[in-house]
């Protein structure tokens, strides 16, 4: 009945609940579960995110080619995404998107400070596929979805405006085991809670 409707619906909206399930809780179970497995390795990572230009520079450009896609209007983008009333403003944001980029990656003042804001970003674009994924469904374990994502995204909205919360964030959580482990123990408990449910009843 809804293969009519399929040409109008975006990329997002085509994703299963349990395919973003699989997903999502197979990289939160890997992610975290390295963490626990390699504690050392992980922490002086951690340590070294926020002054790490290289990857930031990197993981920026993604954030941006990721914008591009959303706004561009092709037959064969399917991440184009309806603008409603901005729809007219679409070629001054495609336009505007490599620049804002350009600035950022060549007169940032405070380089040592460019990765937070890039993974913020890329978390702000990231939580949209699974949200959507479980927007409006049936089966109530859903909720792990966004219950794990608002927080994410209040911490990503965070590290894009003060990025330096970002740099205290990782050196407390480096500095007290516990907390590491708690945390990451968290992590890869709903992972495993979600790769579950997703085969067991989003499919």
Known sequence: MYDQYDQYLHAYEKLSLGTAGVIMGLVLLLLHGFALLNPEATKNALRQAATHTQAAKILLIIDFVW??????????????????????????????????????????????????????????????????????????????IPCWWYPVLTLAMYWVAKPYEFRNQMEKLTAHPILYRVINGIGAAWGAAILVCAVVFWY
């Open 67 to 144: 914008i591009f896609l959303l706004l561009l209007d092709a037959d064969w983008n399917p991440l184009q995404m309806n603008l409603f009333d901005f729809n007219k403003a679409r070629d001054f944001l495609l336009i505007l998107c490599p620049v804002v980029c350009g600035v950022l990656l060549y007169y940032n003042r405070k380089r040592e400070l460019l990765f937070p804001r890039a993974l913020g970003l890329f978390l702000l674009l990231m939580a949209l596929v699974p949200l959507t994924a479980a927007f409006l469904k049936d089966p109530v374990t859903r909720l792990l």
